[in-house]
């Protein structure tokens, strides 16, 4: 389990945009210890709107084929990783 919800970032988000209060003074409303913590949940709602606040759930897995045409690529071309 996540330990801050969707609904309380973007909560908290909502009025740091909307001038409710600085970074410190949310960070100490919610129990938030780390203030760099809601810096990073701005960006990424700046950069990637409500769903740069969600939780990434992806657990992909790439095919033995797929990874030895990925290194073969790397390995001929002067492409980088």
């Given at each position: ?27 100490k409303k ?21 769903s740069g606040?969600?939780?990434s759930r ?24």
């Amino acid at each position: 389990m996540a330990k801050y919800s969707y609904e309380l970032k973007k909560q908290i988000v909502m009025e740091s945009l909307d001038g409710q209060g600085g970074i410190g003074f949310l960070a100490k409303k919610y129990g938030i210890p780390n203030h760099a913590q809601i810096q990073r949940w701005i960006a990424a709602y700046q950069k990637f709107g409500d769903s740069g606040l969600m939780r990434s759930r992806k657990n992909e897995s790439y095919s033995f084929e797929y990874k030895l045409h990925v290194v073969e690529l790397y390995l001929s071309s002067e492409v980088s990783y």
